[in-house]
């Protein structure tokens, strides 16, 4: 059982969607009023997404030396120097973790955290946040839940396009579902979230697959 205490008596509590191609759950981040973060060099669609869910300890601008900084890579992030050795913006301070953020148009954001000797892999933003603010452990353990979840959720509706093309309405969703839940389910196996970026091409197919038929599963 893995335990991660977090102390203080103010706390700020905030969530976000996981759509996997469908929606798998709602991630939830719970962070400590005593822990200030401040975000440098973020793309402009996070610093919108910070700065619309107006939590006093997440910061875009003004960082603090007590301040925990995460480094965006881009303009003002420069070369890694060990542990907590990424120099960015906001008077040249250095980093505590550091972000490699790519996101195409029309895509989801994909990349990997940087913290404590340790990379962690994501695919959206929500799975982004997530690396951040977990521990390295609890962070694995959650993706690999979340893609015991995706699994499920992938048979259940594998099942549903059956029972649809049978009233004459073929999604022809089929092998790409069961495709997912093998991937999933080899990912849930790996116990670790290195492996995300090699489902992101067949949940993106499914994806566009889904928004052009006439019969919806989700």
């Not at 700065?51 to 601008?61: A, M």
């Not at 996101?103 to 994909?110: A, F, H, L, M, T």
């Not at 694995?140 to 959720?153: F, I």
């Not at 090699?198 to 566009?208: A, G, K, L, W, Y």
Request: net charge negative; charged share 25%.
């Amino acid at each position: 059982m893995i335990v991660y205490v977090i102390e203080g008596k103010k706390f700020y509590l905030f969530s976000k969607p996981f759509d996997y191609p469908f929606k798998v759950s709602d991630l939830i981040f719970l962070s400590s009023a005593s822990k200030q973060y401040c975000f440098l060099d973020a793309p402009r669609d996070i610093e919108s997404d910070l700065d619309n869910n107006f939590q006093e300890n997440l910061k875009t601008e003004d960082c603090s030396e007590t301040d925990i900084k995460i480094c965006f890579r881009g303009a003002g992030v420069s070369a890694i120097s060990g542990l907590g050795g990424v120099s960015g913006s906001g008077g040249g301070s250095d980093c505590d973790m550091r972000v490699n953020y790519n996101k195409e148009y029309g895509k989801k954001s994909e990349g990997y955290v940087e913290k404590q000797g340790a990379k962690l892999h994501f695919v959206g933003d929500a799975l982004m946040y997530g690396a951040i603010f977990a521990d390295k452990n609890i962070y694995e353990c959650q993706v690999k839940r979340l893609m015991q979840r995706l699994e499920q959720l992938c048979s259940l509706y594998k099942d549903k396009a059956f029972i649809v093309a049978q009233k004459d309405c073929n999604t022809d969703l089929e092998s790409e579902l069961i495709l997912l839940n093998n991937l999933a389910k080899a990912l849930k196996e790996s116990g670790s979230s290195a492996g995300l970026s090699s489902i992101t091409p067949i949940v993106e197919d499914i994806q566009e697959k889904h928004e052009d038929a006439l019969c919806k599963l989700w």
